[in-house]
C-alpha cells in the first residue's frame, strides 16, 4: 500500500509564504516525477509545479518566480515553496507521484491541502 502524506497549506496574506510538502510511504520500487496540482471551484485541477528524479521542474507560467518545487529522493519527498502568495493561488493542492511497482508504473495522488489566500 502507498501513501502521500502532505503537510502544510493553510491561511496566509497576500505577500506571505508557505511551504509544502509530500512523503511518500510504502512497498515500491522507484519514484519518477512528482508535482503538486491545485483544485479551485468549478475548474479542472491543474499542474502548478512537477520535478523529475533528475531535478528538472516544470512550472505553472503564473507561478514561475514565486513558488519552488525541490524534491529528496532518498527520502521519497517533494516540497513546494510558495512565496509572495495572491490571492488566486487559492486553492486544494495535491501531492502526485509516479510510483514504480511490482506491476508497473502507477499514479498516486494525496489527500490535498487547502491553500487560502486572503487578506
Known amino acids: 500500500q502507498v501513501q502521500l502524506v502532505e503537510s502544510g497549506g493553510g491561511l496566509v496574506h497576500p505577500g506571505g509564504s508557505l511551504r509544502l510538502s509530500c512523503a511518500a510511504s510504502?512497498?515500491?520500487?522507484?519514484?519518477?516525477?512528482m508535482g503538486w496540482y491545485r483544485q479551485t471551484p468549478g475548474k479542472q485541477r491543474e499542474l502548478v509545479a512537477g520535478i523529475t528524479r533528475g531535478g528538472i521542474t516544470d512550472y505553472k507560467d503564473s507561478v514561475k518566480g514565486r513558488f519552488t518545487a525541490s524534491r529528496d529522493n532518498a527520502k521519497n519527498t517533494i516540497t513546494l515553496q510558495m512565496d509572495s502568495l495572491k490571492p488566486e493561488d487559492t486553492g486544494v493542492y495535491s501531492c502526485?507521484?509516479?510510483?514504480?511497482?511490482?506491476?508497473?508504473?502507477?499514479?498516486?495522488w494525496g489527500q490535498g491541502t487547502q491553500v487560502t489566500v486572503s487578506s
Open positions: 510504502g512497498s515500491f520500487f522507484s519514484i519518477n516525477t
Open positions: 502526485n507521484a509516479q510510483i514504480l511497482q511490482r506491476d508497473g508504473w502507477r499514479d498516486y
